[in-house]
């Protein structure tokens, strides 16, 4: 089996998780745990993880000039990414957060044209500006007031911003996937995210429950940290290794047919005009953005 192949199996297989993941986390904020202690506990076992990992790999040093990158990206994909996720989960509902995650492929096709000068042709263009309109009419017209959803339009803003995160993630950390093992990354970006959000979230931290949480929500946090942090930060830094930033971005088209699926089997969520409008509009953006041109015969 080909690495490209193994590259796509492994996207696919962690936004799966990333799928399932919309309605887990949002089952145990706030009752189990707050969306900042949320965070300190993800990227606290996933980080104790990787080092215990990195032990069994050939040790690699990270090069001085590759230090400003490497913080960078931990900033985007470990910091603000699971920052404004857990804390636009926990106000907003599982299938909004799944069809704004999927403006990823957008955005990141949008930062390429600005940052590294990437062709914008008609029909990604138009494609673009379909997908963020219906991300914005999810946001702006979407359902006010659902249990369980304190405060939808503010927390769909943040599901945005985190989409906005995760698409730079994927562009800075690209060149990095080039010179170095996916295990030596991920031990160094997660003790940086370690560093940064442990102030963040400590407080909130403190207050989980541990003693008397029930069983039903410890295995979701395990979930959490082990699958949808590990396992997927994991799968798609071997993925990045193999693919383009647009290409593994494309992969969050996915997410919301798992969400949703996932939301309404387990009674999390309910589906809505406005949501299937949106999520056809973000959609049909997608499509359009990734999308290669057809490629002219040549004459001889």
Do not use: C
Not at 33 to 52: D, E, H, K, N, S
């Amino acid at each position: 089996m080909s690495n490209r192949v193994l590259a796509l199996l492994a996207a696919f297989v962690a936004t799966t998780i990333f799928g399932i993941n919309h309605t887990l986390a949002k089952g145990l904020m706030p009752d189990y745990v707050q969306p900042l202690g949320f965070i300190t506990i993800r990227v606290l076992g996933a980080g104790i993880l990787f080092w215990l990992v990195s032990l069994f790999i050939k040790n690699e040093r990270i090069k001085k000039e590759h230090w400003p990158r490497l913080l960078l990206s931990a900033v985007f994909g470990m910091v603000l990414n699971m920052l404004f996720f857990f804390k636009g989960l926990s106000l907003s509902t599982p299938i909004n957060s799944s069809v704004i995650v999927t403006i990823t492929p957008i955005l990141v096709f949008m930062l390429s044209a600005i940052l590294i000068r990437e062709k914008i042709t008609i029909l990604k263009g138009s494609g673009a500006l379909l997908g963020l309109f219906g991300g914005l009419s999810l946001i702006l017209f979407g359902v006010q007031q659902q249990t369980g959803a304190p405060n939808i339009p503010l927390g769909n803003v943040m599901l945005l911003i985190n989409a906005l995160s995760y698409g730079m993630f994927l562009i800075v950390a690209k060149p990095l996937t080039k010179t170095y093992h996916p295990i030596t990354l991920m031990r160094w970006l997660f003790l940086t995210a370690i560093i940064i959000n442990l102030p963040i979230g400590w407080s909130e931290f403190q207050q989980v429950d541990w003693v008397n949480m029930p069983f039903s929500a410890l295995w979701r946090v395990g979930f959490v940290v082990l699958g949808t942090t590990f396992t997927t930060y994991l799968l798609n830094m071997f993925a990045l290794k193999h693919l383009s930033a647009s290409t593994i971005g494309v992969f969050t088209y996915l997410q919301p047919v798992i969400a949703i699926a996932f939301a309404i089997l387990s009674g999390a969520d309910q589906l809505t005009f406005v949501k299937v409008i949106s999520a056809i509009l973000v959609f049909l953006g997608v499509f359009m953005v990734s999308k290669n041109p057809a490629r002219k015969r040549s004459r001889h």
